[in-house]
């Protein structure tokens, strides 16, 4: 029979176990009147608590209700038995038949045998599990949302006791890797490219949270009331801050971010469990360490980012209750510092002091992630690796190595040196490609080059004068779509272009359409799950199945354009037919325009992007119907040779420098030129100074590359001679090799081609 358990029950269990965390004792004292009166309010005929210990070993540390001899007897390993299954998975179970469930193992000991239902929490701190809390009747009953939620609350109280060393040494429940003092070595993905030599700053912005129950519900709903006033008035002088003059991306992503601290559900949960007896901190920190436990399981990118804003959002929002600033004392860094942090915002980057900031060590993020994006604006090398908080002290010495994804913690001397060398070279080299932005893309015999950029962000458009690329061969619109809450209207994206126009000014500009799906879907736009995705419905596919969409956003780039010239370019297209039917949604978007009288751009230029192998044997009917058109290298290897990019098995099997690769570029130049169609390559090979030769020598004359890459390419094509190349290269098309890259390696040597 189920006992109904509500709010007043839970406020009052709360107001008890407050005092009893006040009162005197030991740990283990306080720990087991915990559990006898979770029992006893909540009518359970056993309540237990399993502490970790060391070895991810859960030992049951007091229990009211099973044979008190298995306290610190019985012991299950994470993964074994419901409890095991509880700390594997760090979510809450509530079972009515817990003998059913796969994961139930029977400790003889324990005597629990006659018990059927069983709800249980994980016993969080911070990310890590540090026990399970578990209450069971021997009715099979269902336990209602206010017991589960208590549960929670009440193990948060636990948590403070493991990590007040008052039950388990903290030793225990910290793992260290190689000795301190010791160098050692950590690899991981490189985020953002450079190299950085500084001492480590630990960023922990995290308060600890003392005071769990509140005494007046009403009275800390308003404390956080003030305190998110507070928390959104401070990101409202961050965006105007003087720092982010000129940066318009940082501060699109903050606009953004400042959205998020607005978010209805964040909100209405923390209130929610202030309600119900916590105080603010610590209704903050209980839906902090809920949403992170359940998305740590998540392995779509994008939804894992998006936890990254809202761990920075909860840690300004503790900083402010506790009536904190969150700006960092610049008095007490070092002047070359590199930053370690398990995770970060784009706010908190922004708090340190830029011209002391050298590099940045995350132990989560992707290179999508809005802090890299920031930090990639402000030329931060960026490593992600695991355990780095636990193998790195305050004031390290690290080496940062953006190009290899290495960190080297404590490096002997002769590291040192020799990175060191490594930093002074790099920093020559952007001297070099500094001064070479003014000089013109013209190889050595004369054959000239456009070089332009790939975008997504405002922030990214400045490089255009700094890199001296000639005009944005690739502007994906996705990423604005893909870093908001909701779809943005017409007059947002018209705002939006008309900002990008204004900044690129009289350069040229491609926008490509929106291109989402497959591995960049929206949060606010569900296709279901699908087998293939990078093959599913994405790009021009959802355009099309939702003309309206795809009716806006042209619509938008329309009336932005106003008079200046406008290339719009559709992606995905694998077939004639498809490019058909977007191009007549553009030509609607047209008369819609003329009829309403609005300005319509001085001159149109439509393209499409060459992704999809099958439209290779479309170019007759297509190239008359184009104005220009842009191979996507990334997907077009990918689907060449049938090898998943993501997958780290196959992204490296096949060489897009390989004859088979190469033959279908040349046909795409000869077929181009014929149907006097304008083409250009903006994947990823157009950015490697090797791979742009050999795109030279198949006849590509405009590459599109990221703004790091302008000042290396630019070198290569200067020391080049197109007509050796093109000689040389006329042999390959026809061998067997399994890639050229080797060879081509030999003649750039041969000529003194820089690479």
Known sequence: MDVRFDGTSSRRLLARLRDIMAGSGSGQDRLDKIVTLIAAEMKADVCSCYVMRAGEVLELFSTEGL?????????????????????????????????????????PETGE????SLAGVPILRGSKVRGVLVIQHKDRRRYVEEEVETLQTIAMVVAELVAQSELVNPVEVTTTGDPVLLPARLSGTAMSAGLAMGLAVIHRPQLTVRQMVAEDADAELERFNTALQTMHSAIDDLLEAASLAGLSEPRDILETYRMFAEDRGWLSRIREAIRVGLTAEAAVQQVQNDTRARMSHL???????????FEDLTNRLLQHLAGKTTGTDSATLPDDMILVARSMGPAELLDY????????????????????????????????AADALNRIEPLDQLIVDGDHGQVFIRPAEDIQMAFGEAVALQHRKEQMYAEIRKFPSVTRDGVPISIQLNCGLLIDLPHLTASGAEGVGLYRTEIPFMVRASYPDVKAQTDLYSRIMDEVGEKPIVFRTLDVGGDK?????????????????????????????????????????????????????????????????????????????????????????????????????????????????????????????????????????????????????????????????????????????????????????????????????????VAALRDYMSGLYTGADHSLRDKLKTFAKDHGVII
């Open 67 to 107: 044979n008190k001899t298995a306290v610190h007897n019985t012991r299950l390993r994470v993964g074994e038995g419901i409890v095991g299954y509880i700390a594997g998975h760090a979510r809450p179970v509530a079972l009515d038949n817990a003998p059913s469930h796969p994961s139930f193992a029977y400790r």
């Open 113 to 116: 045998d006659p018990f059927q």
């Open 299 to 309: 392995t779509d990118p994008y939804i894992r980012e998006r936890l990254m804003d």
């Open 353 to 384: 002091d830029r011209s002391r900031l050298r590099g940045l060590l995350l132990e989560e993020g992707s290179p999508a992630s809005h802090v890299c994006i920031v930090a990639r604006a402000l030329n931060i090398p960026v490593v992600q």
């Open 521 to 721: 879907m929206l949060p606010y736009m569900t296709g279901g799950e699908e087998e293939n995705p990078a093959l599913g419905w994405r790009a021009v596919r959802i355009g099309l199945d939702h003309p309206s969409l795809l009716r806006q956003q042209l619509r938008a780039l329309l009336q932005a354009a106003g008079g200046r010239p406008l290339s719009v370019m559709f992606p995905m297209i694998a077939e004639v037919a498809e490019f058909d039917g977007a191009r007549r949604l553009l030509e609607l978007e047209l008369k819609r325009l003329a009829a309403q009288g609005i300005e319509p751009p001085s001159t149109l230029r439509v393209g499409t992007m060459l992704e999809v192998p099958s439209l290779l044997w479309q170019l007759p009917a297509l190239l008359p119907k184009l104005d220009f058109l842009s191979v996507g290298s990334n997907d077009l290897t990918q689907y060449l040779f049938a090898a998943d990019r993501g997958n780290p098995r196959t992204s490296t099997r096949y060489d897009p420098l390989s004859p088979s690769m190469l033959c279908v570029l040349r046909r795409l130049v000869d077929e181009c030129t014929r149907h006097k169609v304008s083409l250009s390559i903006c994947g990823e090979m157009a950015g490697r100074p090797l791979d742009a030769m050999a795109l030279i020598g198949v006849g590509f004359r405009t590459l599109s590359m990221s703004p790091p890459s302008v000042g290396p390419v630019k070198t290569m094509l200067r020391s080049l001679e």
